[in-house]
């Protein structure tokens, strides 16, 4: 049975293919989306292509080990929460692998149960969501309006709809077919295409951080295997004036 909580995405970092292969299908049989790899270099280059809330991280691998992998994905990639999953457990490695970034570090073998149950809770605690109530959606401006900062984000006709389509969507969390299919029937006459969105998710992004303090791959998230997910939170009032 799936858990009831919110879809992470999750690299798996081992060289040990059984281990990695069950471990992975164990966690997407939980709701999560895994990428299996082996190395750092392999989770650097997935990096640079989609959004990673969590790794799950061995010590002992081909090229770079766990503590310069951790210590490489703190330093570029703060917001990554990182759990070591080892069998090496002397007090040293415990104590080196926290300072290289680690959030936390379990012994192998750790029930499947335990790690689901680590990685849920630290998925909570690190995605926070970019903003809370104190931004509304006004359709009647088409903007994005906080007024106790008196600032405004002008959005174009297809980021309002792409951005309510989302903010209506269970979890927030559509796929992008989906994306398209809504943008195309609400503007008619513009067949919307999955490069096209991806290039209007690019812009949005870059707009709505200029305004607030948050990664902006983390305003609206590429899930591989599911589609975006808006973590930048809004309300809607049609009735609310935008500040000038």
Partial sequence: MKSSHNHFSIAVVEDDAILREELAHFLRGNGHCVT???????????????TIDVVILDLNLPGMNGFEI???LKKNHPTIGI?????????????????????LYLPKPTAPMEILA???????RLLK????????????HRALVNQSISQKILLSPFEETLLLCLHRAPEHTLDAQALCDALSKKHHGHAMTRRALENIISRL?????????EDKRLIIRSVRGIGYQLCFRFSINIYSQAPP
């Fill in 205 to 213: 992004r870059k707009k709505i951080a200029e305004h607030v303090d």
């Fill in 36 to 50: 299996e790899l082996v190395t750092g270099v392999t989770l650097n280059e997935l990096l640079t292509e989609q």
């Fill in 129 to 140: 969501p970019a903003s809370v109530t104190a931004w509304e959606l006004t359709e009647s």
């Fill in 83 to 103: 759990l070591m999953l080892t069998a090496r457990t002397s007090l040293p490695d415990r104590v080196k692998s926290y300072d290289s970034g680690a959030d």
């Fill in 118 to 124: 680590a990685v849920n809770s630290l998925g909570r």
């Fill in 70 to 72: 951790a210590e490489g």
